[in-house]
């Protein structure tokens, strides 16, 4: 399973295009979190993360 990152939104999927955003994404990427509640997660919030999933830390 190869996952590649948003470059504007950082949601990590398998696609070519993020669903979440429709930006295009990109195999280069390091570091993930995991967001489970967005909403109390104060490291969603610092990086601009409003829906759960898995996000890139560092998008290149």
């Known amino acids: 399973m ?4 948003c470059k504007e939104c950082k949601k990590l ?4 295009i993020c ?4 930006g295009r994404t990109t195999p280069h ?3 993930f ?10 490291i969603a919030k610092k990086m601009g ?3 759960k999933g898995k996000f890139a830390l560092k998008v290149r």
């Open 2 to 5: 190869k996952l590649n990152a």
């Open 13 to 16: 999927t398998e696609l070519d």
């Open 19 to 22: 669903p979440v955003c429709k």
């Open 29 to 31: 990427w390091v570091g």
């Open 33 to 42: 979190v995991a967001v489970a509640d967005p909403e109390r997660s104060e």
């Open 49 to 51: 993360i409003a829906t």
